[in-house]
Every structure is written in C-alpha cells, then in structure tokens.
C-alpha cells in the first residue's frame, strides 16, 4: 500500500494538450473517483499513472519513488480494464496466476492466493472456467481477481462498470465498496457517471478538458461546487443557472426578468450567475416566491415530480413531491432557501463566495 | 417438432443446385473418374492397345525407387516451404504489429509478391540465381561459394524453395497481421501490467491466440507446397538436376505427358487426390473443432 501523488501531470498528442497540469495528492488507502464527461482526459490520467501513456511533463509519485519511466510492471499497480481484459485461452485460475507466475512466486503460494480472491469475490466454481462460459458480471469479478491476487499499492479501474447492465451495475458498486473496505488499498477509479462517483468515491477528481475542476469529498463537490462546471456536472437533473447583473434590489436577468434575491453586498454590481438545484425549490405563496415558473412539462418520477418551466426565456426544473401536480400553463411561485444558493462569476465560472 | 420452415417439395429445389451440381460433376467428378479408371488400366505409348490391370500401377508405382524419392523431395520440400513460410511471416507481421510510422507503406511493399504470378517468380529468381549471369550468383562468387543450381541438387532445392517463398510469406503475412491486430490491445497492456515483457506477451498471449490463424495457414501452406508449386518448379528447375526437384505433382506431369505412361501417372494423380482429401478431412474435423479458445 501507498500515497500516490500527481505533480503538475501534463500530456500532448502532437500539438494537442490532452491534459493540462493535473496535481493531487491520494493518501494510503484512499478511494479516489475521476469523474468528468468524456474527452475530458480521465482515462489518459488513468493510463499515465499506470504507465500505458508516457508523461509528456510533471511527475508521478508511487509510495515515494517518481514513477515517470518505470515500466507498468514495476509501478506496483494493478488495473481493472473497462472490457476486463480476460486472456480468452485461459481458465479463470489461470488468468488469475498469470501474474504471479511471471513474477516467479512459488506454486503453493499461487494456489493460497487465488483460493483467497476466489473466495473474497464467491468465485470458487467458476475457477475452471473459460472467460467466454461467464456472464458479464462474473468476468467483471474475474478481472477484479485478477488485480487482487497480486497484492499491489494501487489499484486503477478503468470505468469497470459501463459494460454492464444497470441492476449488475448497482450490485458491483457494493461490492467493489466492500472490496475496499476489506482490503484497504489506494484506489483510483475513473467513470463518466455521476452516480458511481458520488456512491463510490472517498475524495473526488472533477474533470473537465484536462483540467481538474474540483477535488474534495462527494458531499463538499455536491454543497459547495467550486465551479459552474461542477454544479452543472454533478446533481442530478443539473443545477438551474440565471445568468444575470446584480444590483441592491436582486438580480437582473439579459431578458429583463428581476429576482428578488438578496445578493450578498460583496458582489453587488457584478455579471453573475445565481445556481439553484432543482431538489432545492420549493412551493411557496406568491408574495414569498422568488420567481414564478410557467410549467410546461412534467416527467412523473414516482416519490418525486419534475416540472419543466420557462422563467421569463429561461428553462428551468424544479423537483417537487409528488403531492404537487400543476397542469401545464400553471404558474409556479417558487422559492429557495438563501443557504441553497450558489453565486458564479459569470466570466471565470469560479465559485463566489457569499461572505 | 420440426422447427425448420417446410415447403412441399416440387421440382424448384432441384433447378436451384442443378447448376452447382452441373459444375462439380463436369469439373470434378468426371476428371476424378476418369483418374480413378485410368489407373487401373495399361496403354501402349501410341493408345491402340488398352488393358485392364486391377492394381498394377499401383504395384509398380511402390515398387518404384524413383517414387518414393519424389515422397522424400516432396517432403523436404513442403516442410521446408510451410515452416520457412510461417515463421518468417509470424517474425515479419509481428514486427509490423509494432511499427507506427510508415507501416502502410511496409506493409504494401510485404505484400507486393504476391501479385506476382508463381511462374513469373520462379523466372526471377532463376534468372537471379543464374551462375552465369546472375546477380546472387556472382554476389555468391564473390564470398566464395560456387552456385549452380543446374548442377548440385541442393541449391536447385533452394532454388525452388525460395521461389515458393516469395509467394507465400505475404499471403501468410497479411493473416497473422490481419489476427494480430484482431487482438484488443487492453489484453496486451494487461499481460505488461501483470509484468510479462514484449517477447513473453508475444508467446503467452499473442501467439496463442494466433492458434486458429496458424492452423489454417498450416492446411493451406501444406496444400499449395503439395500441389501450387508445378509452375514454379517447371520454369525454374524442371525437377532436376537429377530428380532432385522432381515433387509429387511434377511427376505426375512427366510420367504422364512427356514419358506417355498414362496409367501409371493416373495412379500418380489418385494418391495425391488421397493426400488432398486426408488434408481436408483434418483442417475440418480435427482442426476446426480443437482450436479454439
């Protein structure tokens, strides 16, 4: 087990910077989720800590030695691919034992470990089997396995899930929680999805176009996004933003459309955007109300209900109890709580802070 | 119950395959039968006299010292070509597996030969290879070895071998290049991560799973050594010096249209056609069911 530490990670194909100066430190036994959508760079990250991509500058830091030109062989990792990656010729036990054979350890030792893992991920009948008698979750746990038995520092998955279908995906997620649990060794875990990221995740690395957006915990990046990117990325239907200019008596929208909101006096007379997550209105009575929404859709969720609605030119969601159910063309008066709402530049897309 | 769609049975099923039907019978069927006739039967030189012999030929044939050293030519021959072949095509698309610039332009000019008509191939190499005025010869000369297929046998075997070579190694390149990139590369960066290195990822997992390309190639190398190789050996060599090129469907030719021995070459023909038929029976039974991961 150990630390493993980004300093100022760059890569370039040619004259296209993929990755663009990534720092983060991962303690011992941390599980780390990059999360970003796609072309964002994470998989390359992934690929450079694991030393299938070579760094073009920057440094990679294993426990304590810089990895930058070691082979994947002696950085110690183990890395779970998103197609698994099973060597079709070989039964499950083999697939397992073909590290540690090249790695000369002896047979008895072999046979105790893949015993070990087999039992840890109830893959004991299966052991000879060929990848291609397994069903998607059992060649997902074979390839678990298989970075198990080698006992590394850090384990890297390489958005392992995305192959299976959404029930398997729930189910893996708690067991590769489990897993972790149990075996405590640093993890770096990359996925496009949200879902996976929040549930899984110890410390996230949000992405964007190669940049890191946000790292702290799932509840720190869901309550105190740092950037518009990451309130608009992660949450679930996304952040409403109102773009708008403030002043002393709210916020003025480009539309011409007034909040009456009480923008904090540090960022009077800026170019703003105001962030209110659909979970956080609520139903209000018109004099209280901060805007009111003309509903146009609604998608029935079961407990909960989203309104689709135009504020003024803006499109807008709310996501309400199932209780309220206004017809289409209804007006909405809705208002947020002044804790729930998250300030922008409107130019940076950097987190203003209220005090 | 009979899942299959049944339609009553009329006279449109037979019109369909007549065709087929039509070509196999003419184009093989017939000529098989006729082999298969023509080698129980013994002709003068001129046709006037025919005489039905039961096995004779056959009689005759493995009693025939200069037959069972076309066996032996031919062997030495199909092994060489088909291991030769393989092997320098594995190395060869191996090698091109790894190169990333320029490798279209270097697996074109690997794949050129083989447009190259095999009788046209063995004038190249045999106008090469000339002692007199040959380019390979005099460069031989130079380092002081004496070539001249026309008189020693091996060199003549040589000769043909790589003749046969130059046309195969890139039919058996572009396969082993077509299944090597038919390899996901997450296989190949897992097997590194697991700590095997570039020469023990090729043998533990690329090569395995070249299996079935490579049993393929063995069954088609096999069977054009055996029996693609009579233009090549006919413009090159001729089967000389001395029979010592003189493969099994080479005599066939000679004993048949130039020594006039029609009996004896039909019989020639039928145990070629045993070995082409035994060939299949293993590609289909044996091979495409075993190898396979």
Known sequence: MAKLQLRNVKKSFGNVEIIKGVSADIADGEFVVIVGPSGCGKSTLLRMIAGLEAITSGEILIGDRVVNNLEPKDRDIAMVFQNYALYPHMSVRQNMAYGLKIRGLAKDDIETRVQRAAKILELGDLLARKPRELSGGQRQRVAMGRAIVREPSVFLFDEPLSNLDAKLRVQMRFEIQKLHHNLGTTSVYVTHDQVEAMTLAERMVVMSAGITEQIGSPAEVYQRPATRFVAGFIGSPAMNFLPGRADATGLTLADGGHLAVSVPAALAGRELVLGIRPEHLEVCAPQEALFTLQTEMREMLGADILIHGLFGKELLVARLSAAEHPAPGQALPLRALPDRLHWFDAASGARLEAA | ?293
Not at chain 2, 4 to 17: D, K, M, N, S
């Open chain 2, 1 to 293: 119950m009979e899942k299959r769609t049944q339609f009553p049975v009329g006279w449109l099923p037979y019109a369909l395959v007549a065709p087929q039907l039509a070509i196999t019978i003419v184009f093989f069927i017939w000529p098989a039968g006729q082999a298969l006739w023509q080698s129980l039967l013994v002709q003068d030189a001129f046709g006037i006299h025919t005489e039905f012999v039961w096995f004779e030929n056959f009689q005759v044939l493995f009693a025939d010292p200069t037959y069972l050293e076309s066996f032996r030519v031919t062997a030495v021959f199909a092994t060489l070509v088909t291991s030769l072949g393989l092997g320098s095509a594995l190395v060869l698309a191996a090698a091109c597996d790894h190169v990333i610039r320029g490798a279209r332009t270097y697996q074109t000019l690997i794949i050129w030969p083989y447009a190259v008509a095999p009788a046209i191939a063995a004038v190249l190499w045999t106008f090469m290879f000339n002692p007199t005025v040959g380019i390979l010869a005099y460069g031989l000369e130079q380092i002081g070895y004496h070539w001249n297929h026309q008189l020693n046998g091996g060199q003549a075997m040589a000769l043909i071998v790589i003749s046969g070579l130059f046309k195969l190694i890139p039919y058996d390149f572009l396969f082993f290049l077509a299944g090597l990139q038919s390899i996901p590369k997450s296989l190949i960066e897992a097997a590194a991560i697991d700590g095997a290195g570039p020469v023990k990822r090729f043998l533990t997992i690329s090569f395995p799973l070249l299996s079935p390309t490579s049993f393929f190639l063995l069954v088609v190398n096999l069977v054009y050594a055996f029996f693609d190789t009579f233009g090549i050996i006919d413009a090159a060599t001729q089967g000389g010096p001395f029979r010592s090129t003189t493969v099994l469907v080479y005599k066939v030719f000679q004993d048949g249209f130039k020594g006039l021995d029609l009996g004896g070459s039909a019989a020639q023909s039928v145990v070629l056609m045993a070995i082409v038929i035994s060939l299949t029976v293993v590609q289909f039974r044996y091979i495409e069911r075993k190898v396979q991961y």
